[in-house]
């Protein structure tokens, strides 16, 4: 039984693909264990050049990606802004993480259309109806 059950797991079709952007490893693994689960493909990213070059070749189904990066060069509000300029990705779903709970920030990420913003620490079962929702329901 355990090896039908196996069977079924890895023939299961994607759900999605989603890019994870976010220079703390820890919140990525996380993320990554839960979008597994699920059946979920994930694209990580740990800083937004790396996110830009990865969608060049695979393009995602969402992204969720946290506001501030550890080297600072790029922030998520610039991440999605560029996207608005590139026919291929600005209807593609975009949500923020961050420890940053500030209600202006929030409020800013939603002005530029932004669909979501999820604080950290992450309820995973709120990001996972979120996507499912946002991705199934569209």
């Known amino acids: 039984i355990e090896a039908k059950i196996e069977v079924a797991k890895r023939t299961r079709k994607s759900r999605g693909t989603v890019l994870l952007?976010?220079?703390?490893?820890?919140?990525?693994?996380?993320?990554?264990?839960?979008?597994?689960?699920?059946?979920?493909d994930a694209i990580v990213a740990h800083y937004v050049e790396d996110a830009l070059s990865a969608m060049v070749r695979r393009s995602?189904?969402?992204?969720i990606?946290?506001?501030?990066?550890?080297?600072r060069s790029a922030n998520?509000?610039?991440?999605?802004?560029?996207?608005?300029?590139?026919?291929?990705?600005?209807?593609?779903?975009?949500f923020f993480m961050s420890s940053l709970n500030d209600d202006k920030?929030?409020?800013?990420?939603?002005?530029?259309g932004v669909q979501k913003?999820?604080?950290?620490?992450?309820?995973m079962k709120l990001i996972i109806a979120t996507?499912?929702?946002a991705l199934y329901l569209s």
């Open 76 to 94: 998520g509000f610039a991440f999605f802004k560029k996207l608005q300029e590139l026919p291929n990705f600005k209807r593609i779903p975009f």
């Open 117 to 123: 913003f999820f604080p950290k620490p992450l309820d």
């Open 60 to 63: 995602p189904d969402l992204i």
């Open 21 to 40: 952007v976010d220079s703390d490893m820890e919140c990525l693994s996380v993320i990554m264990a839960e979008l597994k689960k699920r059946n979920y």
């Open 65 to 71: 990606s946290e506001i501030l990066f550890d080297d």
């Open 131 to 133: 996507m499912d929702s």
């Open 105 to 112: 920030i929030i409020r800013a990420g939603i002005r530029l």
